[in-house]
């Protein structure tokens, strides 16, 4: 069974710095490109980042852009997502996720989420 | 910037047909998929590429990609299909785009 299981979430002052942890199991996790997405109470779905299999490739949303960092670690079968200079407008659930393999953001597992909370 | 449209909500009775569309210009040329999601759940994908349906969704769970205009059609639809209802593709580029989302109401 494929799991996804985020941590690292919490309430940070703006300007601050958190760590997201994503630990999969139930897959072969280097054979999939992963993703982070995030979503605003009570808004929609916004992609974030994703990274491709050995880590060579990654991609950005514009917002989040020389703040945010995306990494992974095969070994340990765990995906991070470093954030930086956050923001008020950086508050959401963030999940972790993993992409179909038949494709490189296009997502068929989802974890539960963490929460980040930016406000002073 | 590019943009998946969908309709805010759409309500239908139980056993109705339920259809929600997402409008984009690369369409035509993108697959797409959606996602449900259920209150306080992370999304689950019910269709992907256009028109297949993972292991253990519903066969009533469709979808369709013609012209600039994808399609969730949910046949015979249930109270328990209540929830959001998010588009996803990409746009010309390749940058990953959902769309904002319909609220579905079964009653």
């Known amino acids: 069974e494929v799991q996804l299981v985020e941590s690292g979430g919490g309430l940070v002052q703006p300007g601050g710095s958190l760590r997201l942890s994503c630990a999969a199991s139930g897959f072969t996790f280097s054979n999939y490109w992963m993703n982070w997405v995030r979503q605003a109470p009570g808004k929609g779905l916004e992609w974030v980042a994703n990274?491709?299999?050995?880590?060579?490739?990654?991609s950005y949303v514009d917002s989040v852009k020389g703040r945010f960092t995306i990494s992974r670690d095969n070994a340990k079968n765990s995906l991070y997502l470093q954030m930086n200079s956050l923001r008020i407008e950086d508050t959401a659930v963030y999940y972790c996720?993993?992409?179909?393999?038949?494709?490189?953001?296009?997502?068929?597992?989802w974890g539960q989420g963490t929460l980040v909370t930016v406000s002073s | 910037s590019y943009e998946l449209t969908q309709p805010p909500s759409v309500s239908v009775s139980p056993g109705q047909t339920a259809r929600i569309t997402c409008s984009g210009d690369t369409l035509s040329k993108k697959y797409a998929y959606w996602y449900q999601q259920k209150s306080g759940q992370a999304p689950v994908l019910v269709i992907y590429e256009d028109g297949k349906r993972p292991s253990g969704i519903p066969e009533r769970f469709s979808g369709s990609n013609l012209g600039t205009m994808a399609t969730l059609t949910i046949s015979g639809a249930q109270v328990e299909d209540e929830g959001d209802y998010y588009c996803?593709?990409?746009?010309?580029?390749?940058?990953?785009?959902f769309g904002g989302g319909t609220k579905l109401t079964v009653l």
């Open positions: 990274i491709k299999q050995d880590g060579t490739d990654k």
């Open positions: 996803y593709s990409t746009d010309s580029s390749d940058n990953p785009l």
């Open positions: 996720a993993r992409v179909l393999l038949s494709a490189k953001t296009a997502i068929d597992y």
